[in-house]
């Protein structure tokens, strides 16, 4: 359909990804430091810069003349039937981008089939994102480590409730990275702690610090730092009441400073699902994970943390080597996801020849979010077999 088309793929009318690139920058134009936000890196761009590069290093041996009639991409992650490797990454305040934010996300990987997780920092409920998601769809969810066990226990409850299937949490995040480009333009969208809703939604929360978050990433409330620190100058009290609800959270969600491997205990005593860590970067840590919980997404955050880290393709061929680590896959009981640089389908055969069972996709969803946000995507309901041909190598 593409090839005999005439105005190239619908919504976003290219398969490059550099001109989708191009796109989302072009209409992202009034609002430049929320792209930037997401395509810059941290310090010198260093480790988002080599994390694509490293997959150059890396090259297919096509082999030839063997029946290929039956082609599939199917798996298996966690034990659950999967259309491909692919999963969605989590990526927070996506209401910035566009007022659809997750429920677009949610919805468009739902809809295709796509493994999506979910963000702590998200600018829409756990119930709206499952919603939008559907039902029977696989969603995890990232977890940002709140201080308050009471807080922990609520949002495990809510996710449980709300057929979040396995717990990602995040260790390599425990302070934001030095990123450049944001303090030059004095950004970031959690400045008044606005739109993550996840947690400043959260009941036990709300009881304990807050009240109802008063506003959030709705159509009538975009994101506008600047508008609303004018409002907060001007003294007005629901966006006071906001920034100091979502300056709790900010303090609340943000443990991970202290977090030790025994701590882990706790959410493994809590949580009944697969326990994954994303983060991780070197074969020590890898080793560890083996013993303490059920998979790792081998990850430098897209490069947005520690500038001069190692790519992460390097990391995942290094951890690949690790006897323990390959014992534990090999038996079932562990599980090796990747991410940091994923590009195209041929870096996706890449990362699992090199022993990954699945990769998450970050910033080249976001530009398709900045681009069409969710009404466009009408036309790809229901399309599934045809959106995947996009997908295919
Ligand atoms: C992220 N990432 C991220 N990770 C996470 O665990 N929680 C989060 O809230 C976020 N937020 C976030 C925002 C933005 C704008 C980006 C670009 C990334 C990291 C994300 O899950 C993933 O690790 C990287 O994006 C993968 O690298 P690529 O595919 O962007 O190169």
């Known amino acids: 359909e593409i090839y005999l088309g005439r105005e190239g793929p619908q919504p976003l009318g290219t398969v490059k990804l550099q001109e989708i ?21 941290a310090g010198t761009n260093s480790t988002s810069e080599a994390n694509v590069k490293a997959f150059e290093k890396y090259r297919i041996v096509p082999r030839m003349l063997v029946d290929a009639t039956i082609r599939s991409i199917e798996t298996s992650i966690f034990g659950v039937k999967q259309i491909s490797p692919l999963l969605i990454a989590p990526v927070g305040v996506q209401g910035i981008h566009h007022p659809d934010a997750e429920l677009a996300t949610a919805g468009a990987a739902g809809k295709v089939g796509v493994p999506y997780i979910m963000s702590t920092p998200s600018s829409r409920s756990i119930e709206e994102v499952a919603q939008a998601n559907g039902p029977g769809n696989t969603r995890w969810f990232q977890l940002y ?23 990602v949490v995040t260790v390599d995040a425990v302070v934001l990275g030095w990123r450049s480009k944001d303090l030059s333009n004095r950004y970031t969208p959690y400045r008044h702690g606005f739109g993550i809703q996840v947690g400043t939604s959260d009941p036990v929360f709300m009881a304990r610090f807050g009240k109802q978050p008063v506003i959030d990433y709705h159509p009538e409330f975009p994101y506008d730092p600047d508008a609303l620190d004018k409002r907060l100058a001007e003294g007005d009290e629901n966006v006071a009441e906001a920034v100091r609800t979502g300056q709790a959270w900010g303090n609340e969600h943000n443990s991970g400073i202290y977090r030790t491997w025994e701590d882990l205990k706790f959410l493994r005593d809590n949580w009944d699902g697969p326990l994954i860590l994303k983060g991780i970067q070197s074969v020590q840590d890898a080793e560890m994970a083996v013993d303490h919980v059920d998979g790792i997404v081998v990850s430098n955050h897209g490069g947005r943390q520690v500038d001069g880290a190692v790519p992460s393709m390097d990391a995942l061929d290094a951890i690949m080597r690790s006897p323990k680590v390959l014992e534990a896959q090999k038996s079932g009981k562990f599980t090796v996801l990747f991410d940091s640089g994923i590009r195209t389908g041929s870096d996706i055969i890449k990362a699992v020849a090199l022993g990954a069972q699945g990769v998450l996709l970050g910033r080249p969803f976001l530009y398709g979010l900045m681009i069409a946000g969710w009404k466009e995507l009408d036309d790809i309901r229901g399309r599934r077999d045809e959106v995947l041909v996009k997908l295919d190598f």
């Open 21 to 41: 690139v191009d796109k989302a920058r072009e209409v992202s134009k009034g609002h430049s430091d929320a792209f930037d936000f997401v395509h810059e890196g």
């Open 145 to 167: 480590w709140p201080r308050t066990n009471e807080v922990t226990l609520s949002l495990l409850k809510r996710l449980k409730d709300n057929g979040f299937s396995a717990l």
